[in-house]
Every structure is written in C-alpha cells, then in structure tokens.
C-alpha cells in the first residue's frame, strides 16, 4: 500500500489529477486487518473509496486502475 501511496503522491506532486493504478495485490489474510471487506478502488470514478482518495490527496480529480 505504501508504494501505492508514495506512486499517487508523486503523480499528484507532477502535477498529474488523472491518475491510473493497479489493481490492489494484497489481500488481508485475518478479519483483523485494517482493510477487511473494504475492497479495491473502483474504475467508476464516482464509486466511493475513490472519492476518499481525493479527500486524501488534494489536486486529484480521478484515480481508476
């Protein structure tokens, strides 16, 4: 998650408010991680864990894999 992070801040940083990423390729593996049942950001724009990506990084305007 964290390269995934540092990638988004790094486009955002260049200017970017477009920005397209990979699938997420962790999985948590026990019902205690922090992201149990949350999923994956959507290709939908308006789906609502990637509005909290815009929340998160202010200038991004659409992130999708």
């Known amino acids: 998650m964290n ?3 540092e990638y988004i801040q790094k486009q955002v940083n260049n ?3 477009y920005v397209r990423i990979s699938k997420l390729n ?4 026990t019902k205690y991680a ?3 049942g949350l999923g994956d950001i959507s ?3 308006n789906y609502w864990m990637n509005k909290g990506y815009y ?3 202010p200038g991004l305007k659409k ?3």
């Open 26 to 29: 962790y999985w948590p593996q």
């Open 43 to 45: 290709s939908d724009p």
């Open 63 to 65: 992130i999708t894999f």
């Open 34 to 36: 922090v992201n149990t």
């Open 15 to 17: 200017g970017h408010k």
């Open 3 to 5: 390269h995934c992070y």
């Open 55 to 57: 929340q998160y990084f």
